[in-house]
């Protein structure tokens, strides 16, 4: 299986960045993605990464080092409706398994 | 992107009675199914994995007589949960695999999820 570790909680300001960090540590590692979810909702897909660099998407970007086993989801232009639960998941030959999830509050 | 559907997104049973709760892939087909719970401010917890037309492999501590898993097509597959007992009360999500090709073939597509309450 797989040990992932990402922070419970961050703050930020409407129109700010955030940087959410997500450590792992896995065996055959096949994929990194980050889902969004709102509270009392499914997850919903934002990146994927499989390959060392930074994926950007707008105003969302994640990067991934396979070597460190670390990954991060950059958050842009904060706003309101970002105030969400992000979750790192990590695929190993078999399945995908989540970290405990980054709750984001977006202040005005 | 691709949709996947559940039914029903929420529900209310009484100890001791059975539910089944329906994931389906609407545009497109999917080998493989997943099926998670996610109890309130946790991640989300695999419980099994189901692939068309064989048995589910289950994940260690889930119970494979309690939670019954059916993936009979390659757009449906689902749940029961048999003799429902309140600490089974939880938010449960399904994912759907694709076939080959595309996105689908690595993204895993996430049902709206289902909300059972157990009284």
């Known amino acids: 299986g797989q040990n992932i570790d990402q922070p419970t909680e961050m703050t930020a300001t409407e129109g700010a960045i955030v940087q959410i960090n997500c450590t792992y540590q896995t065996s055959g590692f096949n994929g990194l993605f980050w889902y969004q979810q709102h509270a009392g909702e499914a997850p919903t897909f934002l990146s994927y990464?499989?390959?060392?660099g930074l994926e950007e998407k707008g105003r969302f970007s994640s990067f991934l080092s396979r070597s460190k086993g670390y990954s991060y989801l950059l958050l842009k232009e904060l706003q309101m409706k970002d105030s969400a639960s992000y979750l790192c998941a990590v695929r190993d030959r078999r399945e995908l398994s989540f970290g405990a999830g980054t709750t984001v509050t977006v202040r005005a | 992107g691709a949709v996947v559907s559940q039914h029903p997104s929420w529900v209310i049973c009484k100890s001791g009675t059975s539910v089944k709760i329906e994931c389906r892939s609407l545009d497109f087909q999917a080998t493989t199914m997943f099926w998670y719970r996610q109890f309130p401010k946790q991640s989300l917890m695999l419980m099994a994995t189901?692939?068309?037309?064989?048995?589910?492999?289950?994940e260690q501590g889930v119970e494979k007589d309690k939670f019954l898993i059916n993936h009979a097509s390659l757009t449906l597959s689902t749940l029961t949960v048999t003799s429902a007992h309140p600490e089974d009360s939880s938010f449960y999500i399904c994912?759907?695999?694709?076939?080959?090709?595309?996105?689908?073939?690595?993204?895993?597509?996430f049902g709206p999820g289902t909300r059972l309450t157990v009284t």
């Open positions: 189901s692939n068309e037309g064989s048995k589910a492999t289950y």
């Open positions: 990464n499989v390959l060392d």
């Open positions: 994912s759907a695999r694709g076939t080959s090709g595309g996105s689908s073939s690595y993204e895993q597509y």
